[in-house]
Antibody, heavy 120, light 111 residues
Framework: QVQLVQSGAEVKKPGASVKVSCKVS????????MHWVRQAPGKGLEWMGG????????IYAQKFQGRVTMTEDTSTDTAYMELSSLRSEDTAVYYC?????????????WGQGTLVTVSS | EIVLTQSPGTLSLSPGERATLSCRAS???????LAWYQQKGGQAPRLLIY???SRATGIPDRFSGSGSGTDFTLTISRLEPEDFAVYYC????????????FGGGTKVEIK
């Protein structure tokens, strides 16, 4: 049973960067394909990027390209998502999510979410 | 990118009733890579259906998914009190600028 535990809430000023972590247990990170999804207050889900098994590389939603970086530390089984040049519209709960084993990309396990607040 | 439009925005029903949720794609979803999630307030989403019609592990059989191409449906045969939540569809299309998108959600509320 995989468990994803994320880092705590963050408050950042506009223009700053934030780095959110997602610690994996029950599996090693090398066995998983990890993605990041965010949800602004009262809004729907928005995919940011993750590992695409068809390409064998990390892909990003066009909206975030150039501003987001997703990395992994396999020695600690921790995935990271860093978002730069923050603006107020980036205020959201950020989730890490695991791609399941079926063909396609679906998220069968989720972290608890990390609230990132961007405010001056 | 493929845009997913969910309807209705809100569905007001009573426990025991049947719920039918729609998800329409702006272009055909490849290999029926379409999933449905349930989200309750303050919680992470939960995967219900993948591959348009396969139930995820532990999901009760009152939840069913159907459809292909551009039109997909999530049906809850008899609503239980714990089923009142927001539901999202999601697609994956590898050869797209943004290969993965979510619908805007349907809220199922108690009438």
């Amino acid at each position: 049973q995989v468990q994803l535990v994320q880092s705590g809430a963050e408050v950042k000023k506009p223009g700053a960067s934030v780095k959110v972590s997602c610690k994996v247990s029950g599996y090693t990170l090398t066995e998983l394909s990890m993605h990041w999804v965010r949800q602004a207050p009262g809004k729907g889900l928005e995919w940011m990027g993750g590992f695409d098994p068809e390409d064998g590389e990390t892909i990003y939603a066009q909206k975030f390209q150039g501003r987001v970086t997703m990395t992994e530390d396999t020695s600690t089984d921790t995935a990271y998502m860093e978002l730069s040049s923050l603006r107020s519209e980036d205020t959201a709960v950020y989730y890490c999510a695991r791609d399941g084993v079926a063909p396609g990309i679906y998220f069968d396990s989720w972290g608890q979410g990390t609230l990132v607040t961007v405010s001056s | 990118e493929i845009v997913l439009t969910q309807s209705p925005g809100t569905l007001s029903l009573s426990p025991g009733e049947r719920a039918t949720l729609s998800c329409r794609a702006s272009q055909s979803v490849s290999s029926n890579y379409l999933a449905w999630y349930q989200q309750k307030g303050g919680q992470a989403p939960r995967l219900l259906i993948y591959g348009a019609s396969s139930r995820a592990t532990g999901i009760p059989d009152r939840f069913s998914g159907s459809g292909s191409g551009t039109d997909f449906t999530l049906t809850i045969s008899r609503l239980e009190p714990e089923d009142f939540a927001v539901y999202y569809c999601q697609q994956y299309h590898h050869y797209d600028t943004s290969p993965l998108t979510f619908g805007g959600g349907t809220k199922v509320e108690i009438k």
